[in-house]
C-alpha cells in the first residue's frame, strides 16, 4: 500500500488519527477512506481500487465523491485511461 503524504503541509489530521480520532474521523471520514485514497494511487483506476478493497466500483466513486465534499478539495484528476491523484490526494 502507497504512503499517505501530506503534500504542502496541508492540515488533514493525518499524525491526529491513532490518538483520539483526529480532524478526519470527526468529518466524518475514515480510515476506511484513506486507504480508497492509498488503493487509488497504487492502482490508478477506481474500477481497480474498488477490487482490492472489496467493494463495487459505484461504491467508491461515491466514496471518492464524499471525501472531496467533506474537505473541499479535489482528490483526483479522471483521466480517459484512469486517475491521477492531486496534490491533495
Not at 503534500?7 to 480532524?23: L, M, R
Not at 492509498?38 to 474498488?50: C, K, M
Not at 461515491?62 to 479522471?78: G, P, T
Amino acid at each position: 500500500m502507497a504512503a499517505l503524504r501530506n503534500p504542502g503541509g496541508i492540515s488533514a489530521g493525518y499524525d491526529e488519527i491513532p490518538g483520539d480520532g483526529g480532524t478526519l474521523l470527526r468529518s466524518g471520514l475514515s480510515l476506511r477512506h484513506m486507504r480508497m485514497i492509498a488503493a487509488l494511487d497504487e492502482h490508478g483506476r477506481v474500477s481497480a481500487a474498488a477490487q482490492v478493497m472489496n467493494i463495487s466500483q459505484p461504491a467508491a466513486s461515491r466514496m471518492i465523491a464524499e471525501m472531496e465534499a467533506v474537505l473541499d478539495v479535489k482528490l483526483c484528476d479522471r483521466l480517459p485511461r484512469g486517475i491521477t491523484l492531486t496534490p491533495y490526494g
